[in-house]
Nanobody, 116 residues
Framework: QVQLVESGGGLAQPGGSLRLSCAAS????????MHWYRQAPGKERELVAG????????DYADSVRGRFTISRDNAKNTVYLQMNSLKPEDTAVYYC?????????WGQGTQVTVFS
C-alpha cells in the first residue's frame, strides 16, 4: 500500500533553515507528481510546493517562493523540501502528498516550529 513518511522537522530560529524529507513506498514513485502541504494551528491545509515526476517542473506558493526549494531523488523514492530564511509564519505541520488512483495519500506530517 502507499506509504509516505516525513522527517526532518524541528525547531528553528527566524532566518534559519531546515530540510524535510518524505520517503515513499508502495507505488511507482518516479511516475508521480509529488506535493508538500502545511497546516498551521487553526488554519486550513495549504499547498506549499509541487514537483513533476522527473523533477523538471516545480511550483511554489507565493508565500515561500524564493525561500523554499522542492526536489526529489527517484533512485531513493524520496522528495525533499529545503526551507531557508524561515519565518515564524512558517510554523506548521508539513505533509507530503501523492494523488494516485483517484485517492489523495498523505503522510503523518512533521512539525516545524520557527521561534525567536
Amino acid at each position: 500500500q502507499v506509504q509516505l513518511v516525513e522527517s526532518g522537522g524541528g525547531l528553528a530560529q527566524p532566518g534559519g533553515s531546515l530540510r524535510l524529507s518524505c520517503a515513499a513506498s508502495g507505488f511507482p514513485f518516479s511516475s508521480y507528481y509529488m506535493h508538500w502541504y502545511r497546516q498551521a494551528p487553526g488554519k486550513e491545509r495549504e499547498l506549499v510546493a509541487g514537483i513533476s515526476s522527473a523533477g523538471t517542473t516545480t511550483d511554489y506558493a507565493d508565500s515561500v517562493r524564493g525561500r523554499f526549494t522542492i526536489s526529489r531523488d527517484n533512485a531513493k523514492n524520496t522528495v525533499y523540501l529545503q526551507m531557508n530564511s524561515l519565518k515564524p509564519e512558517d510554523t506548521a505541520v508539513y505533509y507530503c502528498k501523492v494523488f494516485r488512483s483517484n485517492t489523495h495519500y498523505w503522510g503523518q506530517g512533521t512539525q516545524v516550529t520557527v521561534f525567536s
